[in-house]
T-cell receptor, first 114, second 111 residues
């Protein structure tokens, strides 16, 4: 069974803190994605990666960075957390670039920035 | 940036009723997917439609891709409480490397 895990289900941080969200997939997928989910806005793509040490900006990369040192692990970093980054963060992975690939999602991390 | 608009945003119906959720855009997508998300979990893929005019059925769920590949619909027949959840449409861009998600339709089916 395909599995994507995220390091925390809930996280509370203070404004200005550096925040790391970790995602691990066990399917040997090339592609990994970070989204944030806000009510009424659906999922918005922050960053994605097609390969180790490779990253591309999504629709809303400002205030975020990512790291992919190993194929199975994709980290999202908030350098200096702000209250408007309070959100649900979802990680996903997929196997190819066919334009029909299934994205497999983790359960999400609900981040609150105070 | 391609945009996908879903309607309605919320839907509360009685068990046994039929419903349709719409997903519209001014952009063309190479394919369109529908995901369902339950509380505390990530979205799970229901279906992918690729060809304009394509219709796919999954038990009581019928998915249609518009002829021009700009819109899609999800029709549920005789809804059941187990259908409750957040339904998300998502379209792949022409490069096939990025999904754009709609805002979602939150469905509640009451027994």
């Amino acid at each position: 069974d395909v599995k994507v895990t995220q390091s925390s289900r809930y996280l509370v941080k203070r404004t200005g803190e550096k925040v790391f969200l970790e995602c691990v997939q066990d399917m040997d997928h090339e592609n990994m994605f970070w989204y944030r989910q806000d009510p009424g806005l659906g999922l918005r793509l922050i960053y994605f990666s097609y390969d180790v040490k490779m990253k591309e900006k999504g629709d809303i990369p400002e205030g975020y960075s990512v790291s992919r040192e190993k194929k199975e692990r994709f980290s999202l970093i908030l350098e200096s957390a702000s209250t408007n980054q309070t959100s649900m963060y979802l990680c996903a992975s997929s196997s190819g670039r066919e334009g029909t690939d299934t994205q497999y999602f983790g359960p999400g991390t609900r981040l609150t920035v105070l | 940036t391609q945009l996908l608009e879903q309607s309605p945003q919320f839907l509360s119906i009685q068990e046994g009723e039929n419903l349709t959720v719409y997903c519209n855009s001014s952009s063309v997508f190479s394919s369109l997917q529908w995901y369902r998300q339950e509380p505390g979990e990530g979205p799970v893929l229901l279906v992918t439609v690729v060809t304009g005019g394509e219709v796919k059925k999954l038990k009581r769920l019928t998915f249609q891709f518009g002829d021009a590949r700009k819109d899609s619909s999800l029709h549920i027949t005789a809804a059941q409480p187990g259908d409750t959840g957040l339904y998300l449409c998502a379209g792949y861009n022409n490069a096939g490397n990025m999904l754009t998600f709609g805002g979602g339709t939150r469905l509640m089916v009451k027994p």
